[in-house]
Nanobody, 119 residues
Framework: QVQLVESGGGLVQPGGSLRLSCAAS????????MGWYRQAPGKQRELFAS???????NYTDSVKGRFTISTDNAKNTVYLQMNSLKPEDTAVYYC?????????????WGQGTQVTVSS
């Protein structure tokens, strides 16, 4: 099992930046994949950035070049640096930890943090 605590959301103007943090209760190397999801009103939750235990990253086209996922292994923390924010980035952002045991995937979630991009 793993507990995730998020921080860093808020209100920002278009073109601005925010950094989200997600602190895990266990070593990142014991987690197969850490990811950031977001859910806008009336829409499904979507995965848009992830990093594996080996450090491989993946982004959706909607955030590629603007968002960066990174880790601080000593702090068991994953960060999401968000630059050039747009109003369509407004959503609740969730940190996710996926652990694979044999053939079963286990997903754990942070509490969610609101990001609002508006002038």
């Amino acid at each position: 099992q793993v507990q995730l605590v998020e921080s860093g959301g808020g209100l920002v103007q278009p073109g601005g930046s925010l950094r989200l943090s997600c602190a895990a209760s266990r070593s990142r190397y014991s987690i197969n994949r850490m990811g950031w999801y977001r859910q806008a009103p009336g829409k499904q939750r979507e995965l848009f950035a992830s990093i594996t235990s080996r450090g491989s990253t993946n982004y959706t086209d909607s955030v590629k070049g603007r968002f960066t996922i990174s880790t601080d292994n000593a702090k068991n923390t994953v960060y999401l640096q968000m630059n050039s924010l747009k109003p369509e980035d407004t959503a609740v952002y969730y940190c996710n930890a996926r652990i694979q045991i044999l053939t079963t995937m286990y997903d754990y979630w942070g509490q969610g943090t609101q990001v609002t991009v508006s002038s």
